[in-house]
């Protein structure tokens, strides 16, 4: 409420400048297109950058067919080195798909009944 006046907070919120954003998006890109390999063509997945309060914002999330959806979020500790590592992006991947295929099989447990006995 206080923010834009003499005295609100004086905090500055680190911004990114053009290459590293665009460097943020890349690798989110590469995150969201690894989950994609993971899923089915039924799922949705996307991607934002965003500011936030603290700074810069990653997210990723996927929207299964049936049940809610998943995100994971990322905000970087140093605007100065901001890209997310190999390792790291593969575990987001694989944790969202995860996620998401955990909430399909929640949503289908009481209206599917089994294919085979």
């Known amino acids: 409420m206080y923010g834009n006046t003499s005295f609100g907070s004086s905090d500055d919120v680190p911004t ?7 460097h943020l998006r890349s690798d989110l890109a590469n995150v969201a297109a690894r989950t994609r390999e993971l899923l089915p063509d039924d799922f949705a997945v996307g991607l934002e950058l965003s500011a936030s309060p603290e700074g810069p914002r990653a997210t990723v999330a996927v929207q299964p067919p049936v049940g809610s959806m998943v995100s994971a979020g990322y905000t970087p500790d140093d605007t100065a080195d901001l890209r997310i590592g ?3 992006r593969t575990d987001i991947a694989q944790g969202l798909a995860a996620s998401a295929a955990l909430q399909v099989k929640q949503a289908m447990a009481n209206s599917a009944s089994p294919t085979a006995q």
């Open 16 to 22: 990114l400048n053009a290459e590293q954003r665009r």
């Open 86 to 88: 190999e390792d790291e």
